[in-house]
């Protein structure tokens, strides 16, 4: 019996998904910490912290399908650690 391996013969037309926070650079994104909800548009990922433009504090979010109920706005930029983060993604839109 030989020990010889096939090539998969698979399509490539599939598009490889692609995964990470780089990926969101500019798109408003939701960040979940342990104790605050963040929204802001990602401009930034460093190896320590994600960094947000034109940034909120979420206090209450309302449906999470939909943009949150009540967000305040931030005076500056707002940068996250990464060990703070609970998890983020691609926020709603109105």
Same mark, same amino acid.
């Given at each position: 019996?030989?020990? *010889?391996?096939? /090539?998969? *013969? +698979?399509? !490539?037309? /599939?598009?490889? =998904?692609? $995964? ?5 650079? +500019? /798109? ?9 909800? #963040? *929204?802001? =548009?990602?401009?930034?990922? !460093?190896?320590?912290?994600?960094? %947000? ?5 979420? #206090?209450? !979010?309302?449906? %999470?399908?939909?943009?949150?109920? !009540? ?9 996250? $650690?990464?060990? &703070?983060?609970?998890? #983020? #993604?691609? &926020?709603?839109?109105?």
């Amino acid at each position: 019996m030989s020990n *010889t391996k096939k /090539k998969a *013969t +698979g399509s !490539t037309s /599939k598009k490889k =998904v692609q $995964r990470g926070a780089a990926n969101l650079i +500019g /798109k408003q994104v939701m960040v979940w910490c342990g104790i605050y909800i #963040y *929204t802001g =548009v990602l401009v930034s990922v !460093t190896p320590d912290e994600l960094v %947000l433009d034109n940034a909120s504090v979420v #206090y209450e !979010t309302g449906p %999470l399908c939909g943009p949150p109920q !009540t967000a305040q706005k931030l005076p500056a930029q707002l940068s996250i $650690r990464l060990s &703070a983060i609970e998890c #983020y #993604y691609k &926020a709603p839109l109105s």
